[in-house]
């Protein structure tokens, strides 16, 4: 049996492989915090604690544009949730090769993010644990700089609507679409989430139409 | 104010608690397929679902203005395999000029 390489060589390989991504997660970061910093998003402070404690970018922007539409909180965690909701397989993957007590094992399954999980797959279903650790830290550090510079110069910037902020969003929800809709199934989800959306908006507060549309996924059971 | 930090606190302990449960409590077991089948369902639907309500929502109401413009340029830069970042500025310089132009 091959010996496996030692664990510092892995955490510095994944750090160093996850640097060009930190740079566009670091921006990212800093999206999220001039939204949240201007004017009817979640001011600054809670904007950096939630990068700090949740570190995933969709469901931070899905509450951030819920909150920021007037909608009910419950709305906000429900959709944040069911977008982490990946989380559970994704964090079942790597399960087996995170070594360490509970406490251990819990700590570093927080390091999992899409990037971090990507640097460390190895194909066939093996995964690094350095790597993942490695390119986990230098990604939360980027996503919690890159929040609290944008919160520092979205305080000073003005009127969200007149800088064409209200249009980031889609374009940002566009952008994270696109990288998922690698599958017929995820195409016809897609349209029909944003169809459920669209139909139930003038009828449910808003957030509600976001929730319902999670029901889309259930289209998952019907082709098996 | 206190709203906001209950919506931080609970989806940031819920994350925690989503990431943690398959290497805590699952070990190596697989979920199954069927069930994999739907989550891996959820992010398409769910971010359609935001650029839907993002783009077109105000309220209750559907309203067509300078936010699909910002649309239409994010588009473009995507087609153009534009990073994140310039795909987001695209859309909110675009918006903002339409706005200045008094378009929406």
């Known amino acids: 049996m091959e010996q496996p390489p030692p664990i510092r060589f892995e955490l510095r390989a994944g750090a160093v492989t996850a640097i060009p991504l930190a740079v566009a997660v670091g921006l990212f970061g800093v999206s999220f915090g001039v939204l949240s910093a201007t004017s009817g998003g979640m001011g600054a402070l809670p904007a950096v604690v939630m990068s700090v404690t949740t570190f995933a970018g969709s469901a931070q922007f899905a509450a951030a544009s819920i909150l920021t539409a007037g909608g009910q909180p419950m709305a906000a965690i429900a959709a944040a949730l069911l977008l982490n909701a990946r989380y559970i397989p994704i964090g079942i993957s790597v399960a087996r090769f995170l070594t360490g007590g509970p406490a251990r094992r819990f700590a570093k399954a927080q390091l999992v993010v899409d990037e971090s999980w990507a640097i460390a797959a190895g194909g066939d279903g093996h995964f690094e644990q350095g790597r993942l650790l490695g390119a986990g830290i230098v990604l939360w550090l980027a996503w919690v700089s890159g929040t609290m510079i944008g919160v520092i110069g979205g305080e000073a910037l003005g009127d969200p609507a007149a800088l064409g902020l209200d249009a980031a969003f889609p374009a940002l929800f566009l952008a994270l679409l696109v990288s998922q809709l690698q599958s017929r199934p995820a195409i016809g989800a897609a349209l029909l989430g944003a169809a459920i959306a669209v139909v139930l908006t003038p009828f449910t507060p808003p957030g509600v139409p976001i929730i319902a549309a999670a029901g889309a996924a259930l289209i998952g059971l019907a082709r098996r | ?104």
């Open chain 2, 1 to 104: 104010m206190s709203e906001i930090w209950i919506v931080v606190a609970v989806i940031g302990l819920g994350t925690m608690a989503i990431k943690g449960s398959g290497p805590v409590l699952l070990g190596g077991r697989p979920l199954p397929s069927r069930l994999t089948g739907v989550v891996a369902l959820l992010a398409p639907a769910l971010l359609a679902a935001l650029v839907a309500t993002t783009a077109l929502g105000d309220g209750q109401q559907i309203v067509a203005n300078a936010r699909l413009i910002g649309l239409g340029a994010a588009v473009v830069a995507l087609i153009l395999r534009a990073p994140v970042l310039v795909v987001v500025l695209a859309a909110a310089i675009a918006a903002a000029i339409a706005r200045l132009i008094g378009i929406g």
